[in-house]
């Protein structure tokens, strides 16, 4: 039977009251990033516990690493007394001190990745479970229940945010390549500008310009990849099926996708930075504590009191800002992937 040229022929190209899938898919972006007040609270008492836990795991981490570094910065006290004491010059880490500190470094950086990794998995499944619940108007739900529905295919969805996140650090590892390699003078005809001078319009466009260009390919390719974790935990589909799915989903919604990404990478970066600054009381305690715990060794103190205010803002990016995150991916997956007509394009019951 002929059928009218406007009319479109795939299935999935309108919604099931017959809007156009554009016009469905573009949706709402204010909604879309306030998801998290149509979340079960049961899914918030769950974040609130998992943001306690990784608090006491990553300070358990950053507490060992100064344990383990302890005696490397007391050696590096000591080697600076002594030459302040024969009025000789002296360079601070010196005495074989880097190599031991970066020794400490490349096994908190790891311990700390995997916890992020973790954190990350765990509430992106948890907020996919909520949103589903909200969707299908099932009732209020309890941390335990989203606890239970989110950890069987939490293996899965932690091989899904592993290969997510290696290839958002390709592109931020390519960006800070890019810009070390123009830094050094490794390009021809553009130049490393001085201290003070004006920089050229070869070494802004190929120095700066191209660097972050390449380096925005990694929010961007997150926001694409974002909806993978709800797809293997609700659609029980395997992480590189998942994953192709999130690519095809957000496809569909090519703007809003974009917002929801910008908006959210923009209010990460802003929270740390406010973080960072709002964390100078607490860090002067600590600076102050440290300084009477190792005896006034500035050494050690002076890089807690360096890294603690990012430490701060990291450990409350999870209650703060991942619920709108999570929240927001979670209901943008829901909005389009639910225009499919057939079932199993809406995932399997959350009790399968």
Not at 245 to 263: I, K
């Amino acid at each position: 039977m002929a059928h009218d040229g406007n009319q479109p022929t795939d299935p999935a190209a309108a919604d099931i009251d017959g809007r156009p899938a554009e016009q469905t898919a573009r949706g709402n972006l204010g909604e879309t990033l306030g998801a998290v007040r149509h979340q079960p609270r049961g899914v918030y008492s769950f974040t609130l516990r998992v943001s306690a836990l990784t608090a006491v795991l990553g300070c358990t981490v950053l507490a060992g690493g100064f344990a383990a570094a302890w005696d490397t910065f007391a050696g590096v006290r000591a080697y600076a007394d002594r030459n302040i004491a024969n009025e000789d010059s002296y360079v601070a880490y010196a005495e074989d001190a880097m190599p031991e500190l970066a020794k400490v470094a490349f096994v908190m950086i790891p311990a700390l990745l995997v916890l992020a990794l973790l954190v990350l998995t765990v509430l992106h499944a948890a907020y996919a479970v909520g949103a589903a619940q909200t969707a299908h108007d099932d009732g209020p739900l309890s941390a335990h229940e989203v606890w239970r529905r989110a950890r069987r295919r939490l293996p899965a969805a932690l091989a899904v945010n592993a290969l997510t996140g290696l290839a958002v650090g390709a592109a931020v590892w390519a960006a800070l390549m890019l810009w070390a390699y123009v830094e050094s003078g490794g390009v021809p005809g553009v130049e490393p500008t001085p201290i003070g001078e004006t920089a050229t319009p070869q070494y802004t466009l190929v120095g700066w310009v191209l660097p972050i260009a390449v380096g925005c390919l990694g929010p961007l390719l997150y926001s694409r990849l974002a909806l993978a974790t709800a797809e293997t935990v609700l659609a029980h589909r395997s992480p590189f099926a998942a994953l192709c799915r999130s690519w095809v989903l957000t496809r569909r919604a090519r703007l809003r996708t974009l917002g929801v990404g910008a908006a959210v990478t923009a209010a990460a970066v802003l929270f740390v930075r406010l973080a960072q600054y709002a964390a100078a009381p607490l860090v002067h305690c600590a600076g102050l504590g440290m300084l009477w715990l190792s005896d006034d060794n500035v050494w050690i103190t002076g890089v807690l009191v360096k890294v603690l205010p990012t430490v701060v803002a990291l450990l409350l990016l999870p209650p703060v800002i991942m619920p709108v995150v999570c929240a927001a991916f979670a209901r943008l997956r829901e909005d389009v992937a639910g225009r499919c007509s057939r079932p199993a394009e809406r995932g399997l019951p959350l009790d399968a």
